[in-house]
């Protein structure tokens, strides 16, 4: 396909003038030239591309099973643009829960309103990156929660699988389908004693945003049998 887009009924896909201008002139497209279209929820269907920006439909609604375990990466925001490329990459790489939290040490904290503000365009960044990487399942972007509601979420949902990334953990596996990832300044005392079990990322010490993309990767990776669990 040359391109894939996001619409909200697979019954009559339909894109909006931002997306006819992105397939029209950055894409290239020409009338005739596939387009997958997906609602973000498994679904998808093969369409082409129609005079003034339309689609057209050609082929079934097709369906793809959501991948399991649910993977979910939590850290916390940091500063810049550097929240926006971590959700790409996250998208791209299938993350299903991308979850923006407070610890102890976040230097940055967004209120209420900022965080509605923030939250809005990381998921366009999230919509647009999906797009770019032909997948099927939008992740969800939620937040900004604290430490404790995300630690006890993701040990509550999924039978205590939610896991600290620090240095001298053990190896990812799929037993911990849920990673949080500290600030810059690491994790506190208190968040260190939370009776979470601790999962090493590598021998190096990442940025935040660094950590969450090599959790993913890790994750990923495992759930689609690419690398084998350590023994």
């Known amino acids: 396909m040359a391109a894939h887009v996001v619409v909200a009924d697979l019954s009559s896909p339909e894109i909006d003038g931002e997306d006819a201008h992105h397939l029209r002139s950055v894409l290239r497209l ?4 596939a387009v997958g279209a997906t609602d973000g929820s498994g679904g998808w269907r093969l369409c082409r ?4 920006g339309s689609l057209e439909i050609d082929g079934e609604v097709e ?6 375990p649910i993977l979910t990466v939590a850290f916390a925001p940091v500063k810049g643009d550097r929240p926006e490329w971590a959700v ?3 998208t791209e790489l299938g993350v299903d829960r991308i979850v923006l939290m407070h610890t102890d040490r976040s230097v940055v904290r ?3 309103t900022r965080a509605a503000s923030h939250l809005d365009r990381l998921r366009k960044v999230a919509r647009q990156a999906l797009m770019q990487s032909r997948l ?3 992740p969800q972007v939620v937040g900004v929660s604290e430490f404790s509601e995300v630690a006890a979420a993701g040990g509550a949902s999924v039978g205590a699988s939610a896991a600290l990334a620090a240095p001298g953990g053990s190896p990812p596996s799929l037993d911990f389908p849920t990673l949080l990832i500290g600030p810059e300044g690491g994790w506190s005392l208190a968040e260190e004693g939370s009776g979470l079990a601790r999962v090493a990322l590598g021998p190096a010490v990442l940025r935040s945003e660094s950590a969450a993309v090599a959790a993913g990767v890790l994750l990923a990776a495992l759930r689609a049998g690419l690398v084998r669990p350590a023994t």
Do not use: I, N
């Open 88 to 90: 790409q990459k996250l």
């Open 110 to 112: 967004w209120d209420e």
């Open 30 to 33: 020409r009338p005739g030239e």
């Open 49 to 52: 591309f129609g005079p003034g």
């Open 63 to 68: 369906r793809e099973s959501r991948p399991v």
């Open 136 to 138: 099927c399942w939008m």
